[in-house]
């Protein structure tokens, strides 16, 4: 299997797109066994670029946190956060 490389100029959206167009494939079940191995291993790869795409945009968002007046705190996201608000605002 030939690596897949992230390319930073490729959207998710298309990374995403062809690893439903492999999950499609492997799923009409017409593949050999080979043909069949070569796509789940494309499409693994594929889906390690897009958890890693995803895992860099969650770092990117940060939430801003007002802290009395005029006093702003960045703080980064974490799911955690949305369940765990207090009524600082």
């Known amino acids: 299997m030939k690596k897949e490389k ?9 990374y995403l797109s062809k690893l439903e167009s ?11 066994l080979d043909e ?4 789940y ?9 897009c958890l890693e795409k995803l895992d860099s945009t969650k770092k990117k968002i ?14 980064p ?3 955690n956060d949305k369940e765990n608000k207090s009524n600082e605002f």
């Open 22 to 32: 492999i999950v499609k494939k492997l799923e009409e079940g017409e593949l050999s």
């Open 77 to 79: 996201f974490t799911m």
């Open 36 to 39: 069949s191995v070569k796509l």
């Open 62 to 75: 940060e939430e801003l946190v007002i802290k009395g007046e005029d006093k702003y705190l960045l703080k």
């Open 6 to 14: 992230i390319d930073k100029n490729v959207p998710f959206e298309d």
């Open 41 to 49: 291993e494309e499409g693994m790869g594929i889906s390690k670029i």
